[in-house]
């Protein structure tokens, strides 16, 4: 099956700085997703971005399908972005998806 | 109003014994899945409905039965719990992508349920 690998496993931050989390896959996908988990265990979908590159506020997403991998930008991050992201990829039109094992992200105030 | 609930919120219990969660989407969604979270965090699918109909059944004991007695609802019932079925249980409901659709199919998910077997 597919995999999914994820990194770095986990990120501590001051507030302010940016970072990058990266998701590589071992296959072709039509589905990949950006969640955050925040320290509720709430599972909020962040991007639906199976190709191109996708900005919301202060966060950005990039999707190269060809070279299987995905970027999450945060730009300024703050103490309520602390959490674990996850990327999550589909095929099957999406109806079977694997979960990578995520970023745990800590920003300090 | 609440897209994915899922109820219990946390449920505690003894080995051995028998317990369901209920899942109630109210997106319109044709598609809801079963998802264990472990200790480590580790998300991974159990199963998908579309319609009623299960489509995919990763490889988890026959103890797990879901049911859906309409699109809207899937509960997971587990029978003869086991210590190692403590984890974070959630369900995710999305539209349900095609070739011929351009739906794009975002997951929704619950709040989770924690399911502690003692």
């Known amino acids: 099956g597919i995999q999914v690998e994820q990194s770095p496993p986990d990120l501590i931050l001051q507030e302010g700085a940016n970072s990058t989390l990266r998701c590589n896959f071992s296959d072709s996908v039509n589905n990949l997703q950006w969640f955050h988990q925040n320290p509720w265990g709430q599972l909020i979908n962040l991007f639906y971005?199976?190709?191109g590159t996708k900005q919301n506020g202060r966060l950005s997403a990039t999707t190269v399908a060809t070279e299987r991998y995905s970027l999450l930008y945060i730009s300024s991050s703050q103490t309520t972005d602390s959490g674990v992201y996850f990327c999550?990829?589909?095929?099957?039109?999406?109806?079977?998806?694997?979960f990578g094992p995520g970023t745990r992200l800590s920003v300090l105030p | 109003d609440t897209a994915v609930s899922q109820t219990p919120k946390y449920l505690v219990t003894q080995m051995g014994n028998d317990k369901s969660i209920k899942c109630e989407q109210n997106?319109?969604?044709?598609?809801m899945y079963w998802y264990k979270q472990d200790s480590k965090k580790f998300l991974k699918i159990m199963f998908s409905?579309?319609?009623?109909?299960?489509?995919i059944n990763e490889t988890v004991p026959n103890r797990f039965s879901p049911k859906s007695p309409d699109k809207a609802h899937l509960n997971l019932h587990i029978n003869s719990l086991e210590l190692g079925d403590s984890a974070v249980y959630f369900c995710?409901?999305?539209?349900?992508?095609?070739?011929?659709?351009?739906?794009?199919?975002?997951?929704?998910f619950g709040a989770g349920t924690r399911l502690s077997v003692l």
């Open positions: 971005i199976p190709s």
């Open positions: 999550a990829v589909g095929w099957d039109y999406g109806q079977n998806f694997v």
């Open positions: 997106l319109g969604h044709d598609t």
């Open positions: 409905y579309n319609n009623k109909e299960l489509i």
């Open positions: 995710a409901s999305s539209k349900r992508a095609s070739l011929l659709s351009l739906a794009k199919n975002i997951q929704y």
